[in-house]
């Protein structure tokens, strides 16, 4: 445990001495700061008004920026140890593979959503300050969407990066996952399942495999509980999980499918000839 909680620790520091930590801070800082700016709190959509439409927005564009962010600066973690000769010096240190393993992905994952939350948080204080009203339970379920979604493509990036040889290979194939993941989503696979006549209800799982399709439509659910921007498809995820229901599947399935991959990344890692 010892070893574990040093290993998170170092991966932090070094973590926060990167560029990309800088970067990342600040750009989602500065979307928080630029909402602000341009009066989203003051002004009314969709009957949401204040610090709602502002969490709407911000987690509708933290969605096209958090997994790209989070899957090519993590992919360099074990590929780019391997290729500087870490592992090397690794092996003649009292430091089982499990606790640098483990600790790296508990550091990473620190470093990921300490800007997140924080944006958020700076939000929720900014609006005391205002006295303007907190939508306590949208801010809560945002942040545990955020939560569960920054570890799911942590998850995924630690597994690419235990598969691949070098860097440029692992930043190349979380590229690709991404723009699947992107590409993939809900109108591009949904036509061409209609094409082939699939049936509905199986586009529709399909299409909720795709941890960027729940986050999605967990975030339009806050503000749509019938989701009726998702047309006829809202019919199905409504008779299959039921509002409350979908809610809880966009927290467990993200959490799920990160500890698989997690796990599946660590298994490859002890197995495979790490110099």
């Not at 929720?124 to 545990?144: H, N």
């Amino acid at each position: 445990m010892n070893t574990l909680l040093l290993t998170a620790k170092l991966d932090i520091v070094e973590s926060l001495r990167a560029r990309w930590f800088l970067i990342y801070s600040l750009v989602f800082g500065g979307i928080v700061a630029l909402l602000f700016a341009f009066g989203l709190t003051e002004s009314r959509v969709l009957g949401f008004i204040g610090l709602s439409r502002l969490l709407v927005t911000y987690i509708q564009l933290t969605m096209a920026i958090l997994p790209v962010f989070v899957l090519i600066t993590t992919v360099r973690s074990v590929a780019g140890d391997r290729e500087a000769g870490v592992f090397e010096y690794l092996l003649s240190l009292p430091v089982s593979l499990s606790a640098w393993f483990w600790g790296k992905i508990i550091g990473r994952y620190v470093t990921i959503f300490l800007p997140v939350f924080v944006a958020m948080l700076g939000a929720v204080l900014w609006a005391l300050v205002k006295d303007v009203e907190v939508p306590w339970g949208m801010f809560g379920y945002y942040t545990a969407l955020l939560a569960v979604m920054g570890w799911c493509f942590l998850g995924i990036g630690m597994f690419i990066s235990t598969l691949a040889r070098s860097t440029d290979v692992a930043q190349g194939a979380a590229f690709m996952v991404w723009l699947t993941l992107l590409l993939f989503l809900d109108l591009i696979l949904l036509g061409i399942l209609i094409q082939g006549r699939v049936m509905p209800e199986v586009a529709v799982t399909i299409a909720l495999a795709n941890p960027l399709q729940v986050f999605r439509t967990a975030a339009l659910a806050m503000f749509d509980p019938q989701l009726i921007v998702l047309g006829p498809s809202a019919y199905v995820i409504l008779d299959l999980f039921g509002a409350t229901g979908y809610r809880l599947y966009a927290l467990a399935y993200p959490l799920l499918l990160g500890t698989l991959c997690a796990l599946g990344g660590f298994l490859v890692f002890r197995r495979s000839d790490l110099p």
